[in-house]
C-alpha cells in the first residue's frame, strides 16, 4: 500500500533510500559494491566552497566627498565548478565592480572583485556583499565598513579683529587661535598681512592641525600715523586654491592734549566775607582719552570743585571747573589750578588772581540761646521757635545742624541771606524717644565773622499715660443672686460682648483693655444661683483721651 510522503517517519525514509542505492548497485556492473560506487561519484560545489579575501573588508577613515576601493579576492575551495549567478550590496555607500555575471569558477580557480566605499556624510558606516551560486540557496556574505570624516576645516576664533583706539607710538595686542573642525589633518604654509601698523607674532610655518586640534598666536596693532586703517590677515592651507582672511581693522589716534579755557581766572574787588565763584573749560584737544588723575588749588582764599577725580575725558570732550574767592582780609593775592593726567602736558595749570576790599564782616545771632520744647510725651513731638539775627552787615546763614536724632530745625529755606538788622525764625521740633531730659547742641554755619552760631536745644520725654475703667453699679435686690456680668461695646453701634471672664461676685470692675481715643458703652447683668441672667442694665459711656 502507498503512503503520501507526508506521512513517512524519519526510519522509513532511510529504509526506502538504502533500498534504493542496493537497486542502484544491482543494476552497475565492474563494481563490487555500493560503496566503491559512492566514493568515486563527483559532488556538485556550492557557494560553501566559495572563499573571500580577506574575510571582511575595512576601509578606515574616508573624507565625505572622496571614495576609496579595495579587491577582495574569491576563491573556489571545493572539488567542482561553481558558477555565481547572483551579487548584491546592503548600505548605500557600498558598490562592487571588476566582474559581469555569472561567474564561473573551476575547482581552486579565483577572480577579484572591487568594493567601492562612498561616503557622501559625516559618521560609521557598515554594509556587506551577498554572493550566490546556481547550486545552493545560502549567499556568501562578505562584511563591509568604513568611516566617513568631514574635510580639514580652519576656523578661526575670533574671526575679525577690531582693535579700536590705540595712540601712535603704543601698540595693542589680540589673540588668535586657530581650530581644525575637519575630520583630516591640515597644514597652514603661510601667512601675509596687510594694512599700515598690523603684524603677526608667533606663527611658525608649515603649521600641522590634526583634526580637533587648536593653535595660537597674536595679532599687533602698533600705528605709526594717525587715522583709520584697514588690513587683511591671510593664511594660505595647502592643498586649498584660496586663502583663509581675517578683517584687521584699528585707528591710529594722537596723545592726549588738554587745554583750558580761559586760562587765567581774575577776580576783582570781593568784598571780605563774601565770595565770587568763576568757571573754566578743561578741554581734551588730542586724539587719545585723557586720564585725569588729580586736581588741587594753591593760593589763599581759593577752592575748587566740580572735577570729581578719577575719570576719563575723551578725545574732544569737555569738563568744568569751578573756583571760589572768599578772601578774609583785604588786599590782592595769586594761586593756581593744578590739573594732572596722563595727557601730553600732563600737568595743567589755570592761573588765578584776586583783590579784596576792605569791609565789616557781619555777625550771627541766635535767641533764645537755649531753646526749650518743654515736656512732650514719649513716641509725641513738641516743638518750639527760635530767631537768628544779622548783624553790622549782611550774613548769608548755609546751614544748620544738630547733635541729636531726637531734635530737628525747620523752617529755613538754605542759603538764607539776612541784611544787618534783619531776622529769620525757625522750629525745633521734640520727638523724644525715652522718658527724662534731653539735650544737645546745635549750630548754624554761615559767613559772619563768627561762622559758627552756637545755641542748645532742650526738652522732656514724658511717659504716655495708661488709662483703664472703672465701673461700679448697685446690687441687685432679687434674690438668690450670685454675681454679675460686665458686657463693652466700642462706639456707637454694633452689639454688646461680656469682657469678664469668670462671674463677679462683687459690684465693681476695671477695664484694662481699653485703648487711647476709643469711646466705650458698658452693661451690666445679675445671674442668679440657678445660672439665669436678668436683663442688661442702661448702659454708660467711658471715653479715653487720644494720645
Known amino acids: 500500500m502507498k503512503r503520501s510522503p507526508t506521512h513517512w517517519s524519519r526510519p522509513a525514509v532511510l529504509l ?35 572563499t573571500p579575501t580577506p574575510s571582511s573588508i575595512t576601509f578606515g577613515n574616508v573624507q565625505v566627498g572622496t571614495s576609496q576601493s579595495q579587491t577582495d579576492t574569491l576563491t573556489n575551495t571545493g572539488g567542482s565548478t561553481l558558477t555565481l549567478s547572483q551579487a548584491t550590496t546592503s548600505g548605500a555607500r557600498f558598490s562592487f565592480k571588476g566582474f559581469t555575471l555569472p561567474v564561473t569558477l573551476a575547482a581552486g580557480q579565483s577572480t577579484t572583485v572591487s568594493i567601492l566605499f562612498a561616503p557622501s556624510s559625516v559618521g560609521a558606516a557598515n554594509g556587506s556583499l551577498s554572493l550566490t551560486d546556481d547550486s545552493s540557496g545560502t549567499p556568501l556574505v562578505l562584511p563591509l565598513s568604513g568611516n566617513a570624516v568631514a574635510v580639514g576645516s580652519l576656523v578661526g576664533t575670533p574671526t575679525s579683529f577690531s582693535f579700536g583706539t590705540v595712540q601712535v607710538g603704543a601698540s595693542q595686542t589680540q589673540t588668535e587661535t586657530l581650530t581644525n573642525t575637519g575630520g583630516e589633518s ?43 586703517s584697514n588690513g587683511l590677515l591671510s593664511l594660505t592651507v595647502g592643498g586649498s586654491t584660496t586663502t583663509f582672511d581675517m578683517a584687521l581693522s584699528g585707528t591710529g589716534a594722537t596723545p592726549a592734549s588738554l587745554t583750558a579755557n580761559p586760562s587765567t581766572l581774575t577776580f576783582k574787588g570781593v568784598e571780605v566775607g563774601k565770595s ?9 584737544i588730542g586724539g587719545s582719552a585723557a586720564m585725569i588723575s588729580q586736581d588741587s588749588v594753591a593760593g589763599t582764599g581759593f577752592s575748587i570743585s566740580g572735577l570729581n577725580t578719577p575719570f ?22 595769586s594761586g593756581s589750578v593744578a590739573i594732572a593726567s596722563n595727557a601730553t602736558n600732563s600737568n595743567l595749570v589755570i592761573s588765578l588772581n584776586g583783590s579784596a576790599t576792605g569791609g565789616t564782616q557781619g555777625q550771627l545771632s541766635v535767641s533764645p540761646t537755649t531753646i526749650s520744647v518743654g515736656n512732650v510725651t514719649v513716641g ?14 549782611t550774613v548769608t546763614v548755609s546751614s544748620a545742624s544738630v ?11 538754605f542759603p538764607v541771606v539776612l541784611h544787618a538788622g534783619q531776622s529769620a525764625n525757625f ?22 565773622s ?26 441687685s435686690t432679687s434674690p438668690k443672686i450670685v454675681g454679675y456680668n460686665v458686657y463693652r461695646r466700642t462706639g456707637t453701634s454694633g452689639s454688646f460682648a461680656q469682657i469678664n471672664s469668670t462671674l463677679d461676685a462683687l459690684t465693681s470692675y476695671n477695664d484694662t483693655t481699653v485703648i487711647d481715643g476709643q469711646t466705650y458703652y458698658y452693661e451690666t447683668t445679675a445671674v442668679n444661683s440657678s445660672g439665669e441672667e436678668s436683663a442688661a442694665s442702661q448702659s454708660v459711656r467711658a471715653v479715653i483721651p487720644a494720645p
Open 16 to 50: 526506502i533510500v538504502s533500498a534504493m542505492v542496493l537497486a542502484t548497485m544491482v543494476g552497475c556492473q565492474g563494481f563490487s559494491s555500493g560503496k566503491a560506487a559512492g566514493q568515486g561519484a563527483p559532488q556538485p560545489a556550492s557557494s560553501e566552497d566559495l
Open 186 to 228: 591640515l597644514t597652514i604654509t603661510q601667512a601675509a598681512v596687510t594694512g599700515i601698523g598690523f603684524s603677526d607674532v608667533g606663527l611658525t610655518f608649515p603649521l600641522i592641525l590634526t583634526p580637533g586640534q587648536s593653535s595660537t598666536f597674536n595679532v599687533v596693532f602698533a600705528p605709526s600715523i594717525a587715522g583709520a
Open 276 to 284: 565770587q565763584t568763576q568757571s573754566a573749560t578743561v578741554t581734551n
Open 312 to 333: 576719563t575725558l575723551f578725545p574732544g570732550q569737555s569738563a568744568t571747573v569751578s573756583v571760589t574767592f572768599a578772601p578774609l582780609t583785604s588786599g590782592s593775592v
Open 380 to 393: 509725641l513731638s513738641g516743638s518750639q521757635s527760635g530767631t537768628i539775627t544779622a548783624s553790622v552787615a
Open 403 to 413: 547733635a541729636s536724632s531726637e531734635f530737628t530745625i525747620s523752617g529755613l529755606s
Open 427 to 448: 522750629t525745633v521740633t521734640f520727638t523724644p524717644q525715652s522718658s527724662g531730659l534731653a539735650s544737645a547742641g546745635a549750630s548754624f554755619t554761615s559767613d559772619a
Open 450 to 475: 563768627n561762622s559758627i552760631a552756637s545755641f542748645t536745644v532742650a526738652g522732656t520725654g514724658v511717659a504716655a499715660p495708661v488709662y483703664n475703667v472703672n465701673l461700679s453699679w448697685t446690687a
